[in-house]
């Protein structure tokens, strides 16, 4: 009896550590993958309508200052 608890595990224990490892490299990738949108969601830099307003005079430049921020 106690040899047959050998046998299931040595069959299993590969599968479990497969597993295990396959898991981890998905994690892994999770990670970067978030941490490299989160670096650019805080380069993104948001568009201040006011300050674009105040510093173009005419609409022309107007136009052109928000077709830029784009």
């Known amino acids: 009896m106690k040899a047959s608890f050998t046998v299931e595990a040595a069959l299993i224990?590969?599968?479990v550590i497969v597993l295990l490892v396959f898991l981890l490299h998905l994690t892994i990738g999770l990670y970067e993958n978030v941490s490299e949108v989160?670096?650019?969601i805080t380069r993104i830099e948001e568009l201040d309508s006011v300050?674009?307003?105040r510093g173009l005079s005419t609409g022309?430049?107007?136009?052109e200052g928000l077709t830029d921020g784009f």
């Open 51 to 53: 300050k674009l307003f």
């Open 38 to 40: 989160a670096e650019n």
């Open 60 to 63: 022309k430049e107007l136009m």
């Open 13 to 15: 224990m590969p599968v």
